[in-house]
């Protein structure tokens, strides 16, 4: 089947380049339709540029040594944006009619950032030697997760492979705008905290000195308290800058050590639910993404002790991965889901209700589809509120330190200048 190179556009407009099979140019532009994309144009491959680059990247990675090559080459974990991507790109491949080792030889050509061609070209293999798709991607942890193995093989086995990888792509993006929210709502409050920090010590490291040093030259020694306050600091910053850093290295070592135990790591997360400001989103966080994972398993027929299992390893706080397990264990004894959740004190009543009733009514996915929705949108007000809050009260912080080293140098300033006048007109 001949290949043809193309040029299409995105809905949002961005140009992208790939390569595919088709019977003919016809056929080959109803496919690029069929992915979501706006032909610009089609021709036929003949080792064009695509092909060419890539020849000329393997041709200068085998000239580099072997360990050099291995670490260019491995795969590094790929986010939550670009594994939605990915996943939504074989979906409208298989949903176009595709056979699955025609759409895996598809995708080594469509770019996907953050997962390698090569991703995909170890995929085609494997299925065409004959392992299913979810063995082949079991292979390869680093990219594709234990949730999404099981997925895909729970998709294998009931013949819904493409509702399911849609269903994980839609999984990824609401994980993906989570994360986005979090990083956006501290983007501009760093900005403002690094932004005043470097004033402040900017002026504690090259401007005071030198006023120091005007006044010494003057003799001027009647200093203000705020002034001979700020020297000390300015005086600590300059000349043991090196203690405080080796303290400061010290403590991240301890917490680090600390945090890598067991009981430490236990202590942290058990403390990060506890702030006043912070601890509450962060909840609301883990509810939503416990709630949603179990959701996304048992909604596509993943067993629920396997599901269980699978979100004890997805959730990173250690408080909810210890509730997780004793669900799994008194689920395996043969009590209902509500009953452990409630027992283990750490979920909120709301989602152990609304769990009751989905398993009174038979339609557990669905209550927790509405327990991971309630706590997303909780999430997202708490997130504006904690901007609201944090922006301000930054400003504000900052402020009054830039606004106590400008008042500790001008008052002496205006003292020294008093001085001299009082001198001058006593003369």
């Not at 339709?33 to 041709?59: H, I």
Request: hydrophobic share 50%.
């Amino acid at each position: 089947m001949p290949e043809f190179s193309y040029k299409a556009r995105r809905r949002s407009g961005e140009l992208v380049e790939g390569v595919l099979q088709g019977a003919d140019r016809s056929a080959a532009v109803a496919q690029i339709e069929r992915l979501g994309l706006f032909p610009v144009a089609v021709d036929t491959s003949r080792g064009g540029p695509a092909p060419a680059k890539a020849r000329a990247r393997a041709d200068i990675a085998s000239l580099l040594p072997p360990a050099i090559r291995a670490h260019l080459q491995r795969q590094r974990k790929p986010g939550l944006q670009e594994m939605a991507t990915f996943t939504q790109q074989l979906a409208n491949l298989l949903q176009a009619g595709m056979p699955l080792s025609s759409a895996l030889n598809s995708m080594t050509y469509l770019q996907t950032k953050g997962i390698s061609s090569d991703v995909s070209r170890q995929l085609k293999q494997e299925v065409s030697e004959g392992r299913s798709l979810s063995d082949a991607m079991s292979r390869q942890p680093r990219v594709f997760s234990d949730l999404y193995v099981n997925m895909v093989r729970a998709g294998e086995q009931s013949g819904a492979l493409v509702d399911v990888l849609r269903r994980m792509a839609e999984h990824f993006d609401r994980f993906a705008q989570v994360q986005s929210k979090f990083t956006s709502a501290l983007v501009y409050p760093i900005i403002v905290f690094f932004a005043g920090v470097g004033l402040i010590v900017f002026f504690l490291w090259f401007v005071l000195p030198r006023f120091m040093s005007l006044f010494g030259q003057i003799g001027f020694t009647q200093l203000p308290l705020a002034t001979l306050i700020l020297i000390d600091i300015s005086n600590a910053f300059t000349h043991w800058w090196w203690l405080m850093g080796l303290v400061l290295l010290t403590l991240i070592v301890l917490f680090k050590r600390f945090q890598a135990s067991d009981i430490g790591r236990q202590k942290i997360d058990e403390w990060k639910m506890k702030l006043p400001v912070f601890g509450k989103i962060i909840r609301l966080n883990l509810y939503g993404q416990f709630a949603r994972t179990l959701c996304t398993l048992l909604g596509n027929g993943v067993p629920v002790l396997t599901a269980l299992k699978i979100t004890e390893q997805v959730i990173p706080n250690s408080v909810i991965k210890a509730a997780a397990v004793k669900t799994r264990e008194a689920v395996t004894d043969g009590k209902t889901l509500a009953q452990p959740l409630a027992a283990s004190r750490v979920f909120p009543q709301l989602m152990v209700d609304l769990v009751r009733i989905g398993e009174e009514t038979g339609k557990v996915p669905d209550a927790l589809n509405n327990v991971a929705e309630t706590y997303e949108n909780e999430l997202a007000i708490s997130l504006r509120v904690m901007t609201n809050l944090i922006e301000p009260a930054l400003i504000v912080a900052i402020s009054l330190g830039v606004g106590f080293v400008l008042v500790a140098v001008l008052s002496a300033m205006f003292r020294m200048v008093s001085n001299i006048g009082s001198s001058m007109g006593g003369g």
